[in-house]
């Protein structure tokens, strides 16, 4: 397995250290990051690490001189993370077909057993690539400046001392092991074979233009075959509340999982950015509804009980009518009851036939800091044949 080493970046955002000493020399650790970086992927099994320079290239020449099972790629243009793969593909440093190579940045502080795992993790799949993840609640390289020569607004203190650190650390191929319900952001580290790398072209791009970009092209193209084994399902975040989806090869597109919500691959992946990353997964045929957006498999979308209050990982949770009943004189009073969940607004709507009309407001229920069990009151007109109702969260306007 080949390790590889991302140090070719600016380090703008730990200016004003980056102007004297390039990023992936710096301490914070007492050590160099590039140190740690390369310790980590020879740890994990790399038995020879490639490392990408631009920044600085002479000082990390110099500084890597002699090391054993370490080579350094400069690049005379800034590649980017996509493109510096591809170059050390095609100069021949990567392998060839299903060779896996390991990748993690010189600014990442990562653990090499969830190195390790993640690498595991690819050849035990026969995927192309795996990506490592974290809890979208942990700060998993939290590595900036602090003190008075921080940045402010982008741009460098103007005098003053300043120290570097780190906290956290990034779980890779760990996250196999979690709940894959649960919301994650990359971790930055990556294990993918050299194979594709070598059918790309080459030149400036990120990782997501020229390296996801067509792994997901094959992804969509495996899941809309009638043939295949494998769903496909995408997770991320968006507003800070953690989403899911499903692609409908019936239809093709993403279903969400709010069901009046679907779109095309595109708008999916025109949605991501910083802070609102997505992760495409292809699961076992038959797995992707539970596993992309109705996790407790009650036919109710993720989504869509979240908005209502309900828990879309617990079957017997559900937004419902919970009971009717007639009463009263010739059975002309209806007692309909629900539990209403706690800041929660409802409107309870009617019409008089039960496939086709539109539907009249009869009450709204207001918000109460608890849940609590509600029960309405309503009289039928004498000439209804039939009357259905349903409820509305969050309170219809």
């Known amino acids: ?9 600016a ?14 020399l710096l301490a914070p650790a007492g050590r160099p990051l590039v140190d740690l970086a390369i310790e980590a992927l020879q740890r994990a099994g790399a038995t020879r690490v490639v490392v990408n320079a631009h920044h600085g290239a002479d000082l990390l020449v110099a500084h890597l001189a002699g090391r054993p099972r370490v080579e350094v790629v400069v690049e005379p243009v800034l590649l ?76 460098p203190a103007a005098a003053g001392r300043g120290s570097l ?25 990556y294990a993918l074979r050299a194979g594709p790398l070598l059918d790309l072209e080459p030149g400036p791009a990120t990782l997501v233009e020229r390296v996801l970009g067509p792994l997901l092209d094959a992804m969509l193209k495996l899941a809309d075959s009638p043939t295949s084994r494998v769903d496909l399902i995408a997770k991320g975040s968006q507003a800070g509340s953690a989403r899911g989806w499903f692609y409908d090869r019936s239809a093709g597109a993403f279903q969400s999982d709010r069901r009046n919500e679907t779109l095309s691959a595109e708008s999916l992946i025109d949605q991501a950015g910083a802070g609102s990353e997505l992760t495409f997964t292809l699961v076992a045929r038959g797995t992707g509804q539970r596993l992309g957006i109705d996790r407790d ?3 109710v979308y993720d989504g869509d009980e979240l908005d209502a209050g309900t828990n ?10 919970e009971s009717i009943i007639l ?24 019409r008089d036939r039960f496939d086709s009309g539109p539907w009249s407001r009869w009450v709204d229920v207001v918000a109460y800091p608890s849940n609590r069990f ?20 969050p309170q219809a306007p």
Request: glycine share 14%.
């Open 1 to 9: 397995m080949i390790g590889f080493c991302l140090a070719a970046g």
């Open 11 to 24: 380090g703008s955002r730990l200016l004003p250290l980056t102007r004297v000493t390039p990023k992936p």
């Open 80 to 155: 980017g993370t996509g493109g510096g793969l591809v170059n050390a593909a095609h100069l021949g440093l990567l392998g060839a077909g299903g060779d896996p190579v390991l990748v993690t940045a010189a600014d990442h502080v990562v653990d090499p057993a969830d190195l390790a795992a993640l690498a595991a993790f690819l050849d035990g799949s026969g995927a192309p690539m795996a990506a490592g993840r974290v809890p979208a609640t942990v700060d998993p390289f939290a590595l900036r400046l602090v003190g008075e020569g921080a940045a402010m607004g982008g741009r």
């Open 165 to 189: 650190r780190a906290r956290g650390e990034a779980a890779g191929g760990g996250s196999v092991a979690r709940d894959p319900d649960g919301p994650w952001d990359s971790a930055g580290v």
């Open 297 to 299: 498999s009650d036919g």
């Open 312 to 321: 879309p990982a617990d079957p017997q949770s559900n937004f419902q009518i």
């Open 327 to 350: 009463g009263g004189p010739s059975n002309s009073e209806l007692l309909l009851s629900f539990t209403a969940v706690s800041n929660h607004t409802y409107s309870v709507q009617f």
């Open 374 to 393: 509600v029960t309405l009151t309503n009289s039928l007109p004498a000439a209804a044949e039939s009357r259905a109702y349903r409820l509305v969260t």
